[in-house]
């Protein structure tokens, strides 16, 4: 199993910041979510290049900020796996055990496994894809296009979230919360 780390947002809520660069407990965002999958692993991270932890294959989106589905397209045109793990830089409570709970449950006639939050509501930046179902429902024209709109072509279990892992860092006050957690 790939992985696909979507890292290219313009982070407007947060004024502009480079939310792969924010640091958490010591670690930015962007090596956080590389330490979802086992060392060794082929990862494709969509966004501008920076330094890491761990070698990654850096690509764009087209055109870049073009969005969640441009960035799933980008990633995707460089995957080789039957599977991907397709997460946004921006949730730091994903885990390596989340990857691993999302992949167990990925069953026959399933396309994706996908976090869901107490209230239902999908996330569909932390979710496990058959690769080949990704590619089959992307819009040719795919920048601006609705991640939520995409996916919905395809057959998706939904799993509950633990912990915080479907919580975001969207806004001044989601970083606050999470400086908080991680001190």
Known sequence: MELIVLAGGQGRRL?????AAI???GRTLLDRVLDVVPPGSRIVVVGPPRETARPVVWTREEPPGGGPVAGLAAGLALVDSDLVAVLAVDQPGVTASTVDRLRTA???GVDGVVLVDADDRPQWTAGVWRT???RRCLPDSPAGASL???LAALTVHRLPSEHSETDDIDTPADLTHWHAQSD
């Open 15 to 19: 004024g502009g910041r480079d939310k």
């Open 23 to 25: 640091v958490l407990g």
């Open 106 to 108: 990925l069953t026959a």
């Open 132 to 134: 080949r179902a990704l």
């Open 148 to 150: 939520r709109r995409v």
